[in-house]
């Protein structure tokens, strides 16, 4: 803001991590997505004003926002138990499952995670994902080596792609994304009942109250379905 020193106090910056489409990406150099159209509209809604985008590797986003330096995280990030003792999340905006995707070449076709054993398997650092595959995989069906974690799920994708992993474990709606552009497609779903919301620091309740005030302001006026008809055809 305009505000002078202490002003920052009016403000959210926020922070994403690009390459997880249709929520986040890079497209001619520019950040776009869900996340990026939803979070713009709900902070025009408060009396904040918008600074703009950080870009981060997913697992540097929950320390961005605990060392101040964004306040609002807004990556698809699904709210859980583990990341809800550093840090604080908005009412939920967004439901999802975990997808399995493997080469549409047809090759390969698990059908359950057993399907899956001996084979090298990627996900992005940090997620849900990789937490389906530390959890129900590796000293499992696959072994540590096995895993392959990527800063990026673009990468991830492109090593399924070139045939270094066979399946890549990644949410739903930006598996069927990548499955619509590129060779990949959805073996199965693995069922998390994953919800979104935004990120927050633990001791900013005016964040968060106006978020939440917001968030149920534009799903009231038609923005949110707006949205969701323009990034996931819905
Ligand atoms: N929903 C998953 C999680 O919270 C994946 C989010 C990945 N987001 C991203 N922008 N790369 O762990």
Do not use: H
């Amino acid at each position: 803001g305009s505000g002078g020193d202490g002003g920052s106090e009016q403000t959210i910056t926020a922070g994403t991590a690009p390459g997880f489409p249709p929520f986040e990406m890079k497209e001619g150099g520019e950040l776009v997505g869900f996340d990026i159209d939803l979070l713009e509209a709900v902070v025009e809604q408060t009396d904040y004003s918008f600074e703009g985008w950080e870009e981060f590797e997913f697992d540097s986003l929950i320390p961005a926002l605990t060392n101040n330096n964004i306040d609002v995280i807004a990556a698809g990030m699904t709210i859980n138990e583990k990341r809800d003792d550093t840090i604080d999340f908005s009412d939920p905006y967004y439901s999802s499952d975990q997808a399995i995707v493997v080469r549409a070449d047809g090759d390969f076709a698990p059908e359950s995670l057993s399907d899956l054993a001996d084979r090298p398997i990627g996900a992005q650092k940090g997620t849900t994902g990789e937490g389906v595959v530390q959890d129900e995989l590796v000293g499992q069906e696959i072994t540590e080596s096995q895993y392959n974690a990527y800063d990026n799920y673009v990468l991830a994708i492109q090593d399924l792609e070139n045939g270094n992993v066979d399946a890549v474990v990644i949410d739903v709606p930006v598996a069927n994304t990548f499955a619509a552009n590129r060779p990949v497609e959805v073996a199965f779903v693995y069922e998390t009942g994953e919800k979104f919301g935004f990120g927050v620091r633990t001791d900013d309740d005016a964040r968060q109250e106006a978020l939440n005030a917001g968030l149920s302001t534009v799903r009231e006026d038609g923005t949110y379905e707006e949205l969701t008809q323009k990034w996931f055809g819905e």
